[in-house]
């Protein structure tokens, strides 16, 4: 399980807290990503940063918010204003370059909102 | 922006049968189409990629196919075995710089023994 570990594996969260998921790539890829995966829905983009202290909003970047102030991290955090965060979410790099398309995914990190 | 949908969203099928897997995608920029695999519980995986300056690829059972002007793409997977169970999502994006990829929904195949 080298290249992308998140933790942690399982999270609970009480409604109205805010929780965040780690994210660390031992690869040296320039860029991160941030999905979702709900059941029927696929794999939903929520933040992609391709350089440090720079991030770009997805598809769904509403009640999440991220940081990148380390190459190797990019931490994710699931705020109060995130209406329905149960979700599976899944982190991911890619290098530049010709590469840039292939990504490498982590484990994931499944959140359940009592 | 892209968009891309796929189908079936569930396939079944009989060890030894073949399976396809079909996307559809609405930017005529698209050149990049790969196929990512998901096991449960496991995180993807890419399996297979193709780029437009191509038609097939393949690699042992399976293999990829487009169809730029249709803007539709397909994994073919064949001799099928249970441990082709999971769940399969296409995706597409443009290659020239950096571009996100865009993915489908997802297809989750059954190969029962």
């Known amino acids: 399980d080298g290249g992308i570990t998140q933790s942690p594996k399982y999270l609970f969260r009480k409604e109205g807290q805010n929780v965040t998921l780690s994210c660390e790539q031992n690869?040296?890829?320039?860029?991160m990503y941030w999905y979702r995966q709900d059941p029927g829905q696929g794999l939903r983009l929520i933040y992609y940063?391709?350089?440090?202290?720079?991030?770009q909003k997805g598809d769904i970047a509403e009640g999440y918010s991220v940081s990148r102030e380390k190459k190797e991290s990019f931490p994710l955090t699931v705020t109060s204003a995130q209406k329905n965060p149960t979700a599976f979410y899944l982190c991911?790099?890619?290098?530049?370059?010709?590469?840039?398309?292939?990504?490498?995914f982590g484990a994931g990190s499944r959140l359940t909102v009592l | 922006g892209e968009n891309v949908e796929q189908h079936p969203s569930t396939l079944s099928v009989q060890e030894g049968d073949s399976a396809v897997i079909k996307c559809t995608y609405s930017?005529?920029?698209?050149?990049?189409f790969p196929w990512y695999k998901q096991e449960l519980g496991k995180r993807p995986q890419l399996i297979i990629d193709?780029?437009?300056?191509?038609g097939e690829k393949k690699d042992q059972r399976i293999a990829v196919t487009l169809n730029k002007t249709a803007k539709h793409f397909s994994l073919h997977i064949t001799e099928t075995q249970p441990e082709d169970s999971a769940v399969y999502f296409c995706?597409?994006?443009?290659?020239?710089?950096?571009?996100?990829?865009?993915f489908g929904t997802g297809t989750r195949l059954l190969v029962s023994p």
């Open positions: 940063s391709q350089i440090v202290n720079d991030f």
């Open positions: 930017d005529s920029a698209s050149n990049y």
């Open positions: 991911a790099s890619t290098p530049m370059g010709s590469g840039a398309n292939v990504l490498t």
């Open positions: 193709i780029r437009s300056n191509v």
């Open positions: 690869l040296n890829h320039d860029a």
């Open positions: 995706a597409a994006s443009r290659t020239t710089g950096f571009q996100k990829l865009v």
